[in-house]
DNA sequence: ACCGGTGAGTAGGAAATCCGAACTCACCAT
DNA sequence: ATGGTGAGTTCGGATTTCCTACTCACCGGT
């Protein structure tokens, strides 16, 4: 992912840039729950610690992570969210809901996160302004920048 | 991600195994525009070749695509998405939201998606059994599964 | 018939990454 | 003094990725 090879502006691709390694996902998925040690982390993830050292870096260059100090002696250190990377989860959420319908059909999940309103989350994507849920029919693209190239949809 | 490794049963993890490596999100955005041939994938995601066609087998393996015939003589495909594939849009529309928010701050977004409520898209993962907006603060992870170790977040 | 162009890949070797295990270093506990 | 934990770094080898070039089938023009 060293060189973003940009054939488009665009802001998917801006963020997989920073958060689209193998692991780097699953690095925040992990420090979301509070497992942000270096050890629970290699095991949790099951991560190679070098590759996980190297993500790690990044990740806090980026501003989605932080290292705190909490033991002066010994030195210990934990990773934690900033709020860029708290607001990453809802793409975790997003992407675990998808993962709970498409690859875990019988409702077997793996994991429940639940809600505080009580209930046992099921992320919806909605559009700000109307409140419907996000759907594919519903959308058009508009590009703003050069370098954009779009067919509409073709008769199925 | 030939040997997934899994130390922790998830569905993001699993989610994360069909679509998580390099350009594969990146060839669905440009699938859901419409642009789902070969030579249009490779020029707009900047991808070598053969990489590209190993995504595209890998994504139509997993349901996520099709490659469908659109000429017979010559012979001509085009990868379209599947209900499931379709249904990952949303993960793009977070994922564009939040690099909109944190890597564009200026407003100056590469790309805008237009609702059919006719305002420009901003995506929201909302709670889909109370609607309010999924924020960190309101979630409690309930592991259903062994493999899990979960500290609850700490004293700031 | 010949030439150039397009679409959809495959082939080959160099370059970058990833992996697992071992190693370090600092500290604490017995 | 020995062993254990946390947080990495180092090592060589395996695996992927990258880039360029090549193929193969077809079409369109002259």
């Given at each position: 992912m060293a060189a973003p090879k940009h054939p488009r502006p665009c802001s998917i691709a801006d963020a997989l840039a920073l958060v689209g390694e193998k692991?780097?996902?699953l690095v925040l998925r992990e420090v979301c729950l509070g497992n942000g040690r270096f050890d629970q982390l290699v095991r949790n993830?099951?991560?190679p610690r070098d590759i996980l050292a190297t993500r790690l870096r990044r990740l806090v260059d980026a501003g989605i992570l932080t290292k705190r100090l909490y033991s002066e002696r010994p030195q210990r250190f934990e990773y934690r969210a900033t709020r860029a990377g708290l607001e990453l989860e809802p793409v975790l959420m997003t992407l675990m809901?998808?993962?709970d319908r498409h690859l875990h059909p019988d409702g077997d999940r793996p994991m429940v996160i639940e809600h505080s309103c009580g209930k046992p989350l099921a992320a919806v994507v909605t559009c700000a302004a109307c409140g419907d849920p996000v759907r594919h029919e519903d959308l058009t693209a508009?590009?703003?920048?050069?370098?954009?190239?779009?067919s509409g949809p073709e008769a199925a």
């Open positions: 692991y780097s996902l993830i099951g991560a809901a998808w993962g508009h590009p703003q920048a050069p370098g954009w190239t779009v």
